[in-house]
């Protein structure tokens, strides 16, 4: 795998406080090309952010969580023991840190100097109180195999008439509601449970206001249950890299003193009684690595993940008339990167009481010109009258980045860096030299949702709706911290 090449040691912070109001999170990264150098930086700096906090006795035994995102770059001896550097170098700010996060082709390396992707660790710290007493607790979980997971991405790539689920047997005992499109054909029957620390020790779900996790691919059936527990929840994670080259791990997920190889770990972020307002900003997605090839079409018909008919004709055919036209168009795009992407949006006339819903973007995974469908990169389902527009990638990839006005954000971007050119350092492109990021970028993609509303809370499998994976190449998703 190509990896970028080393810079010299680079510190980031973001002080924990701002125009006279105090703020809960702080961030650093190092460039560090020795990780415990590199752990022994970043836990400097976040002890001088949160220094003055230390005269308040009750902080030494709150509840404070840090979240690490470390390169693939490092030993594998260095990665696992890199949570433990950063435990015994914070003891004196609380000793009562919940530790999380995952291995990463590359971290955001954000501050004084502009932004950048590059090798190196990056961890933010939230204080779960300050002067005012309580703010955000952190919940910390892990969701696994053991918890009744199922994998759901090594079925075929057309979901359809898959006999592990309920829904076969349910479309052979009500074929009206398979012919009507309102059976899901693409979830799997679940028997996974939440783990307690999600269910017993949060009383009022209602009061979870973020929840940030690393994950591997297979988190989907996860995702479902966080959504129906906590929809007024934003949430953002980052699918970590594959590590069985670094450790002999598939993936590598730190969750305090465990590491493991699958499943999710992450924080949920609960508001205190008295604190209303929201904590956290909502995701901010941006595709900018991909260019239209095709106009807008409603799509006719459609079976969970798979579109059958377009307004203009079926799918297969009317996506190769699109390639053939931009072929035309652009003579000397015979050596670009072909890969086929689909745009879906709402319908045209959604009902008013509905929110404005989100615009996502998958892969073109499969087709079949000689029956005419195409089948799209997700586990969730497709509806008639959604549109969807046909994309490829860009020649030359815009920046994703976003001007960014606050403090501290969080970002999570898709890169390819397997041929090609590299999508990554235009994720922080457009970033001003003062905003403070912490992130982290691999191809696995990241996960994202925002606040639902009531009218979206009982969508079902709608590829609209709840969590979306995204794994598109130049993708991102940035959150502000308030």
Known sequence: MNRLRSVAPRLAIRPCVGGGRRSLWSAASSANTSLVSAALECAERIKDAVAHRNTQPSCLTARD???????????????????????????????????????????????????SIGNGLSVIYNCSSDFNGP??????????DIHGRQRLREVAVGRWHNKVTDRFKEQHSNPAQWISGHSSVTQASSHMVLPPELVRDIEAPSLVDFILFAADKESRQALDLLDKRFPRAAKLGIVGSQTPFVNGREYTLFADSHVYES???GFAFARSGQQSKAAVGEPRVSHDGLVPISDALRIVRCKGNVILELENGDAAHSLIASMR?????????????????AKITPEDNPSASKPPQPVVVFQVTGGNPAKGGLAIDTLRDLSNGQRVQFMMMAATPASSGSSNTSDISLRFGAADFCGGPSLSPAIC???TPAAMLFGGVTEGGFVYSRRLASSEQNSGSSVLSGCVECSVPGSTATLALK
């Open 325 to 341: 036209r931009k072929r035309t168009e652009m003579p000397n795009s015979a050596g670009e990167d072909n890969r086929l992407f």
């Open 429 to 431: 492109a457009k970033d």
């Open 65 to 115: 969580s840090c979240f690490v995102l470390v390169s693939q770059s490092y030993q594998s001896a260095d990665i696992d023991k890199v949570v433990g550097a950063l435990r015994q170098q914070l003891d004196s700010v609380s000793n009562n840190i919940f530790f999380s996060g995952t291995v990463v082709d590359h971290v955001i390396l954000g501050g004084v100097k502009r932004p």
């Open 263 to 265: 499943g999710m770990v």
């Open 135 to 144: 703010q955000l607790e952190a919940h910390p979980f892990y969701i696994g």
